[in-house]
């Protein structure tokens, strides 16, 4: 089990976060936030390639940044960006990497075999990585990140870039390495850990907001989503009273979703909340164009 112990982090006078406090077991955790809302800065962490400015981190009531080596083994860790050699085949580089860790090449072989099986790669085995898809080289850093048979497997951004079907065939993989080991995948995107996650955790300000099932988290929501139809010509009115949260047009009017967490008018229909509400609303203004 890992305990986060009041965690926080400075950047000279920038606060990136403040008194973090979280409990890991088992299972999938989705660290969902905006883009600088200090997600990589916990997972960096959490990886202990930073060090916390105030407060530490625990796995099974011993320091991490103290257990150093016999924490790591224990760790797999996929960064928002990693380093490949577009030159190698997945295995050359799996093989490169599997010598720097020290495990000997028979078992490398063994292992990559069963890994490239895993993540879907087994018939690219040896051709180049310069022809990869984005998603294929993810899978490619999912692979290296589970050399070592991690007990915990720690995954920044890993679907950035990747289209619907490879976002898809993620979360099948996600959900099924989270069987085995505990899984900390970091996105700001609802849909990647949204159907997949046990236990989502946000962050807003610097501190936590959530850490909890989906379920809870959009019962914060209760009884205040809602949906109706106005005119077009209503609409920049209703987006400076309300939280619009999406906006259709039908029939030359407007079908929008939006939030109000006061009394009700008639003709609004209420709505069961979902995580993408939640999102929205919380991060109403932090969020540009990108959501
Ligand atoms: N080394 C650093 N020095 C100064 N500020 C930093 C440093 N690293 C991160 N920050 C700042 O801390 C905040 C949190 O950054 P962090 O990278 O953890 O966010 P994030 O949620 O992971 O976003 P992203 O997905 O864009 O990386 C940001 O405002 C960022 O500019």
Redesign the pocket.
Known sequence: MILVKNIS?Q??D?T??ENINLEFTNGLYGLL????????????MLATL?APSKGEILYNGKNIVAMDEDYRTLLGYLP?QFGFYKNYSPKQYLLYLAALKGIGKKEALAKIDDLLEKVALREVTNKKMKKFSGGMIQRVGIAQSLLNDPKILIL??PT?GLDPKERARFRHLLTELARERLVIV?T?IVSDVETIANEIIM?KNQQLLYKDSVEKICATLDGHVFETTIPYEQLETFRKKYVLLSEKQERGSMVIRFIHKGVAETNWFPLAPQLEDVFLYEYRDDIGEEV
Request: glycine share 12%.
């Open positions: 982090k950047y000279g920038f990136a976060l936030a905006p883009n600088g809302a200090g997600k990589t800065t916990l997972i960096k930073i928002q920044d951004e950035a970091s700001h962050i």
